[in-house]
């Protein structure tokens, strides 16, 4: 957190549309995140909620990058 101390829950969100279990089905799992990014659905990732964070000053780049395994996608 900036100048503060504390936790937030940084989240992401699959939701079990038809696509996603189709792919789900196929065990095509590399593909999932793909449909996330898209956000249909509601749908995001975890590096789109850091991102959010960042974009809100509630996290800043450096610190969200120690987080994430994808740090190039935020």
């Known amino acids: 957190l900036q100048d503060k101390e504390g936790?937030?829950?940084a989240t992401e969100v699959l939701?079990?549309?038809l696509s996603v279990r189709n792919i789900i089905?196929?065990?095509a799992l590399l593909e999932l995140r793909g449909q996330m990014v898209?956000?249909?659905e509601g749908m995001y990732t975890f590096e789109q909620c850091l991102a959010q964070f960042i974009k809100n000053?509630?996290?800043s780049k450096e610190y969200a990058k120690e987080f994430s395994k994808f740090p190039?996608?935020?």
Do not use: Q
Request: charge should be positive.
């Open 15 to 17: 939701i079990p549309i």
């Open 7 to 9: 936790r937030i829950l």
């Open 25 to 27: 089905r196929r065990g």
């Open 38 to 40: 898209t956000g249909e």
């Open 57 to 59: 000053g509630i996290l």
């Open 72 to 74: 190039n996608y935020i």
